[in-house]
């Protein structure tokens, strides 16, 4: 577990050091489209996890006794939840979304 959040953590440092440097010399431009669609992505972001979370909450529940049926189950209920709650997400918001023709 170390590794991996060493490994994020370092990965979302960089992330900062570059947005600041490409502001800094004017190598990025931040449109207001940009912002207008940052609260419906980070919505999406937020449902997708707790869609995800409520279908491995759900699995066990549903299949009973430990196996690999369970484990299937579950994670298809986890894909299903999470992805369906960012498709009603990106509907509701399509029009402040950068969706292209999907937008209208």
């Excluded at 992505?41 to 699995?59: C, P, Q």
């Excluded at 549903?62 to 894909?79: F, K, Q, S």
């Amino acid at each position: 577990v170390g590794i991996a959040l060493g490994t994020a953590l370092a990965a979302w440092a960089n992330v900062a050091v570059l947005i600041w440097l490409a502001l800094s010399r004017g190598l990025l431009q931040v449109s207001a489209a940009f912002w207008r669609a940052l609260p419906p992505i980070l919505l999406a972001a937020l449902v997708t996890g707790a869609g995800a979370y409520a279908g491995r909450l759900l699995g066990p529940s549903i299949m009973g006794t430990p196996g690999m049926w369970r484990d299937v189950v579950t994670l298809a209920l986890a894909v299903a939840l999470g992805g369906g709650a960012f498709l009603a997400v990106a509907a509701m918001f399509r029009r402040a979304l950068p969706l292209g023709k999907f937008a209208r």
